[in-house]
């Protein structure tokens, strides 16, 4: 992207510029479970065959009062369709998920802004796997075509574990004029599954000839470890707008089902913490669901703390952040790689 070509002023850029703090939505794919989607299935799809239901995920957690809702595009790029046979399908899923977000966020009288979800691809980036940088950078650059197309707001790029995938896709969405949310994955050792640290992202966040609009962390082990994350980014770059979407903890199969042990209770702990940690974009990951958010938006509009943060009291408050002096052993990789639910 070069100066003479500038970024579309979006809603996004607006909520952004008049909000202390936005709230994002949840887990998609949990709503997407809930409302019976079956195990295996392709929830970009669902896009295109299931559209109802889609739309009832997406209303939930517009009807629980977030900013910002992401389009069900997070595995929709040519590596991951595969999977299902749907490589060939990457534009028409890609331009459905928007079109079927903003019949929602159209009618609504507040601002929302639509960002489009833009997930790794699920393979390492050479030399430690197959898939080649210029490759990967054909790969993002054909779903965020689609996205830009359909109209979203912001490119919303997360989950992203390998800082060469992270700046793959960057590298694809820049060639755009949305502006672009850039996010990675930190487990209870402070580190993505390939070794980058928060305040690694930071630096490479800054080094960029034009930088992301905001960055931070999503998914991970839970709220706490997300938490600790945004603190470092934080300190490396102060004043970068910072987002964190924590996962409802860490599931256990229960009566046949997934269930994640942190609930809508833990979300005032984890909003006073994340705000007063750095955080201005504040929403969940995997195990959310709306109520996870309503709850997080009356936090959001009751919170009033300026303290500053330590670690020790993130670690103290928040389950499943690592304790300063005893780090939590969690192997690093056990999940898969690239889910978000």
Not at 8 to 13: A, C, G, L, Q, Y
Not at 73 to 85: D, E, V
Not at 104 to 121: C, F, H, K, M, N
Request: proline residues 6%; hydrophobic residues 45%.
């Amino acid at each position: 992207m070069s100066p003479s070509n500038p970024l579309v002023n979006t809603s996004f850029d607006r909520l952004l510029a008049e909000s202390a703090i936005l709230v994002a939505d949840g887990g998609l794919g949990t709503s997407l479970f809930a409302l019976g989607m079956p195990p295996g299935a392709c929830p970009e799809l669902l896009s295109v065959e299931c559209p109802a239901m889609v739309i009832e995920a997406h209303s939930g957690f517009l009807e629980a009062g977030c900013d910002i809702v992401l389009t069900n595009t997070f595995g929709a790029n040519r590596r991951r369709l595969i999977l299902h046979g749907l490589q060939d399908r990457v534009a028409e899923l890609n331009l459905a998920a928007v079109a079927l977000l903003r019949q929602i966020t159209d009618r609504l009288e507040r601002t929302v802004a639509v960002a489009g979800s833009v997930g790794p691809t699920g393979d390492l980036l050479a030399p430690l796997g197959p898939l080649e940088r210029d490759t990967a950078v054909e790969v993002f650059s054909e779903q965020i075509d689609a996205l830009v197309r359909g109209g979203v707001d912001v490119v919303w790029i997360e989950t992203m574990s390998s800082r060469e995938e992270l700046e793959a896709a960057y590298e694809a969405a820049t060639a755009f004029r949305t502006p672009v949310v850039a996010t990675m994955t930190f487990d209870t050792h402070g580190r993505t599954m390939m070794g980058v640290r928060p305040e690694q992202l930071a630096a490479w966040s800054r080094a960029q000839a034009v930088r992301p609009a905001a960055v931070g962390a999503n998914c991970g082990v839970g709220a706490g470890d997300v938490v600790l994350a945004v603190n470092e980014l934080a300190k490396a770059d102060p004043g970068t707008a910072i987002v964190a979407k924590a996962n409802c903890g860490l599931p256990a199969y229960t009566e046949g089902h997934l269930a994640y042990p942190d609930g809508p209770e833990i979300m005032p702990t984890y909003v006073d913490l994340a705000i007063r940690a750095g955080a201005g974009l504040i929403g969940a990951c995997c195990g959310s669901k709306p109520r996870h958010i309503a709850a997080i938006r009356e936090a959001v509009d009751f919170h009033r703390s300026t303290r500053s943060v330590t670690r020790e009291e993130i670690a103290r408050r928040l389950p499943h952040a690592p304790r300063p002096s005893r780090p939590a052993a969690v192997q690093r990789g056990r999940r898969r790689r690239g889910a978000r639910t």
